[in-house]
């Protein structure tokens, strides 16, 4: 596998960062005790209790110019939290900059329609200017259609991050404008193809594809370049149920202790936790809220202390190529 540039074992891939993780559990990542409420925390302006040391958010919109830069640059360095900050081709130039300017803070990624018949040439533009990776977003086909594999194939040759929106998607109450569009389109085991298909590149399926998510589930268990971020009206929705602890039975395979040897599991892969990873999918001021319901969520499913810091950053760091201490790639 080549991971920007640099080529390692899968085997290693996969584990590479564990020490790290462990180290950074031993260190004090998550403090213990209950987190108090998103409101609470949101209301005091101050950081949550269980704020982990590092933190990557994978999933998060440019909504702005210059101003929106400072304050994502003054809000996550309080947090030592990179964002992987999604912007369109209009404003390549803006997230770039940012880029060069708070390389501590800022990993770019492009967004580009797969029915664009320029995709390509975009992947490689935002390639050329230091962007980790890509999202998509509203096929006109279904997310495994081999129409799209050229893009795909780009991005893995590119040794860029696949971000895919799985599951709902928002619309607006009064936008009467007809749309060529579905969540059909988007189920999330439509990435199970495109991970055997790329089995160099990785792959990260937004809202855990919500509402199928044990659809999602399975198809982690079995591919070990795949991730999933739980954004979105999610840990609001299991809140209000009182059902944050729902992740667990999704994730159902976590309590094997000797899961190379379990025939039902795939030998090598990540633990179903580090299928994982943080992200806002919000503005900047709902960092702080988002970070909350993190945190409920690990506590309510009793996830491993090893595997925490792996969720909040240390995932995200092993596959973009970024060290956690220096924030620089690999």
């Given at each position: 596998m080549n991971i920007k540039g640099k080529n390692i074992d899968r085997r290693d891939f996969l584990r590479y960062g564990s020490q790290a993780a462990l180290a950074a559990t031993a260190g004090g990542a998550l403090a213990g005790g209950r987190s108090r409420s998103s409101k609470e925390s949101e209301s005091a302006g101050v950081l949550p209790q269980n704020a982990p040391d590092f933190i990557i958010d994978s999933?998060?919109?440019?909504?702005?110019?210059r101003e929106w830069v400072e304050e994502i640059v003054e809000l996550y360095r309080s947090y030592n939290a990179m964002a992987?900050?999604?912007v369109r081709p209009d404003d390549m130039d803006l997230i770039a900059d940012a880029m060069d300017e708070f390389p501590d803070v800022f990993i770019g990624y492009g967004q580009v329609s797969v029915d664009d018949p320029e995709a390509v040439r975009q992947v490689d533009a935002f390639y050329n200017s230091g962007f980790f990776g890509m999202k998509f977003h509203s096929p006109r086909k279904n997310w495994d259609d081999p129409s799209y594999y050229q893009v795909y194939r780009r991005c893995e040759e590119n040794g860029m991050h696949m971000l895919f929106h799985t599951g709902i998607t928002s619309r607006r109450d009064i936008d009467s404008t007809p749309r060529y569009g579905s969540m059909g389109r988007m189920r999330p085991v439509y990435l199970d193809a495109l991970c055997r298909q790329f089995p160099d590149a990785t792959i990260q399926g937004a809202?855990?594809?919500?509402?199928?998510y044990a659809e999602a589930a399975e198809c982690a268990r079995w591919n070990p370049n795949l991730f999933f971020d739980i954004t979105g009206s999610n840990l609001y929705k299991f809140i209000e149920l009182d059902k944050m602890g729902i992740v667990s039975e999704y994730l159902w395979w976590a309590?094997?202790?000797d899961q190379d040897d379990n025939p039902h599991t795939l030998t090598g892969g990540p633990s179903a936790w580090?299928?994982?990873v943080f992200g806002t999918d919000e503005g900047p001021s709902g960092l702080t809220g988002n970070i909350d319901r993190f945190q409920q969520l690990i506590e309510a499913n009793n996830v491993p202390e090893v595997d925490q810091p792996k969720m909040w950053g240390l995932t995200m760091a092993r596959i973009l190529g970024i060290d956690p201490e220096t924030k620089r790639r690999i």
């Open positions: 999933h998060i919109h440019v909504r702005g110019g992987c900050a999604i809202h855990f594809g919500n509402p199928w309590g094997w202790d580090e299928h994982m």
